[in-house]
């Protein structure tokens, strides 16, 4: 017999980053400052994360373009592996993440790509906690989901295997 389910999600709308919280308008600001140093010249699309972790420091990861495109790599995926690399014992808290264009303004919130999610879906999984997930555009609203699975529900993770 065939059973129908319905999933739901929530996630928090803010209106500009100066409604968030000010720890979370910090690690924004440095999601910023690591989107205005990303390598981006073929797409002109710019993305900066930063996620903070339980002892308080801030790892920062921007897009990195390469003319062979796989061979580029996602802000967020920067950001997380390298507070893997060089922190791998603390969990991630949150991560902030604000994308940019050269082409056009980037006025709604941009979420992380499939690839990205699953990444965060990893490290969720990894360290048994959440990650808060803040996005937003150039400037405008900002969404905020309190764990990977409410933008990604039915996620991959390794009971699978």
Known sequence: MMIEKHINTTIQVFDSISELPDDIQSLMQNAVEARDRAYAPYSKFKVGAALVLENGSI???????????????????????????????????????????????????????????????EYEQKQDQPIHIY???????????????????????????
């Open 59 to 121: 790892v920062k990861g921007s897009n990195q373009e390469n003319a062979s495109y796989p061979s580029g790599l996602c802000a967020e995926r920067t950001a997380i592996y390298a507070a893997g690399a060089n922190y791998p014992n603390q969990k991630i808290k949150a991560i902030a993440i604000t994308a940019t264009s050269e082409k056009h303004d980037v006025l709604e919130p941009i979420a992380p790509c499939g690839a990205c999610r699953q990444a965060i879906a």
């Open 135 to 161: 996005f937003t555009g150039t400037s405008g609203k900002v969404i905020h989901v309190k764990a990977l699975l409410d933008i990604l529900p039915l996620a991959f993770d390794n009971k699978f295997l």
